[in-house]
C-alpha cells in the first residue's frame, strides 16, 4: 500500500499524540484505582465519581477516535475529493478527536468545555460525510487487473503495426446536445486510459477541443486520431475558466457529459463504462448530452 505525501503527514502527527494517550490512561487508572494502579494524580485531586466517569469517556474517545483518524487517512486517498475538500477531511479528522476527548476532561471541571464537545462532533461529521461521499462517486476499479492483460496485448499490436506501417489515422466528431446557454465554452477532453478520467483533462487528456455553443449544441472535432480505444469527457465552462468547476464534495456544478452517455448519478463515471473505438481511416461519431 503507497500513502500519498499529505496522509503520511496527517498520520504521522496524528500518532504523535498516542503518547498523550498512554499517559491520560494511566492517570485515570491512578484516579479510579485510588493511587492502587498507574501514575500518581497530581496532589489533592480527588474526583466524585461523574468526573470520573468524564475522565474515563474522555481516554476512550481519544483511543478510539485516533484509530478512526488513521484510517480516514488511508481511506481519503481513494476517494474522488478535490485536493482542498481532502485536506479539510484530513484536519477535521484528528481535530474532532482532540476536541471530543478534550471536550470530556474539561467538562469534569467547568460546564463551559461542553462547547468543545459540539465542536469536535462537527468535525467528525464534516470529515465522515466527505470521505463517505469521496467514497461512493469513486469509480470502481475491480475490473483494472483483469484488463492489463488486453491492454498489454493492444499496446504489442500497435507496436507491431507501427513497424510494418502506421495505420491511417481516423477522425472523431462529438455532437454535445442539451447546452443550457450560450455563454462560454463547451471544452471536449479525450482520454487514451483511464489516468486523470474524466475530470484531470490538463495532465491526462491525449487531445482537448473548445468550441463555442449555438443554439443549445456543440460540435468537438479531433482529427489525425490514432486507432484504438478512446473516452471523452464533456464540460459547458460557463465561467471560461478552462476547468470543470465543482462544489466541495467534488461534484460538478456546471454541465458535464461523458462518451457513451455513461454518466452514474452517484459517482464518478469509469473508463471503461465510457471508452468507444476509433478504427483507421475512418470518422467514428459519439452523440453526447449535458447534464447540470
Known sequence: MTLSRPARLMSGLTLLTVPTIVYGGLTVLAVVTGNAHGLAPAAGLALTPLQQSLFRAGHAHAGALVILSLVLQVLLDATTLREPSRWVARVTAPAGAVLLSGGFFGLAFAPGFAALLWLGAACLVVTVVLTGAGLVRAPSVASAGARAPVSAAVAAALLVASGAGAAEPGRLEVVVSGVSAAKGLVGCALFSSKAGFPLDSKKHAAAQVRVAPAGGSATCVFENVAPGEYAVAVVHDTNDNGQA????????????????????????????????????????KQAITLRY
Open 245 to 284: 468547476d465543482t462544489n466541495f464534495l467534488g461534484m460538478p456544478t456546471e454541465g458535464v457529459g461523458v462518451s457513451n452517455n455513461a454518466l452514474p448519478r452517484m459517482s464518478s463515471p469509469s473508463f471503461e463504462a465510457c471508452r468507444f473505438p476509433v478504427s483507421a481511416g475512418q470518422t467514428t
